[in-house]
């Protein structure tokens, strides 16, 4: 399913994050910049553990809502973005970071004049974020980027693991108002 931002399509598909053959693909990353499971064990197994030396190197954590750019190591994928989803807690300043991870991601992304960008669902695995909040959020703050900031991208595309998290955002892209 996708649809059009102007000049950019939103696209959701399902399939595995590590796979995607776009300028930047997004991490759920933890604050420390760890490995660990999830999406974050799969961009370490396909990447390389250069990818989180890396984030070592460069910077020492990542806070909630923000993200830190590296290359893509064997990835097909150029750059990693390592964005920090909240650990759902159940109070409305969950969507707040939520929606700041998403859109800093696209921030890095218009620095680094990178053209596509492919997200995970962030939060909705390990940090426990409801899929049927979070999906609405996720798509609403890529939209008001793309519709409210200058940037040069192309295509952002939502990367769903399950046929469960692609129905959610599905549903969601539905009821979204462009
Ligand atoms: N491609 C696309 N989506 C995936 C993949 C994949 N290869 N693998 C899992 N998902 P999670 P979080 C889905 O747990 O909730 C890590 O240990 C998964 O089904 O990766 O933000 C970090 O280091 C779920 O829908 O991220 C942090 O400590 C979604 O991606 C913590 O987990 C996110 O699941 C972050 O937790």
Redesign the pocket.
Known sequence: MQIQINETTLELIQ????QQDVDAIVN???ESL??????????YEAGGREIFAECRQYYKCCATGEAVITGGGKLTARNVIHAV?PIYSGTPRDAELLADAYRNSLRVAVKDKLQSVAF??????????P?DEAAPVALKAVKDFLQTQSHQLSLVRF????DK?LQEFENALKHLEI
């Open positions: 399939g595995d994050i590590t759920a990353a933890n760890a490995a660990g499971g999830g999406v974050c064990g799969a961009i989803g995970p669902s962030l939060s909705t695995g390990i940090y426990g974020y899929l990367v769903l693991f399950d998290t």
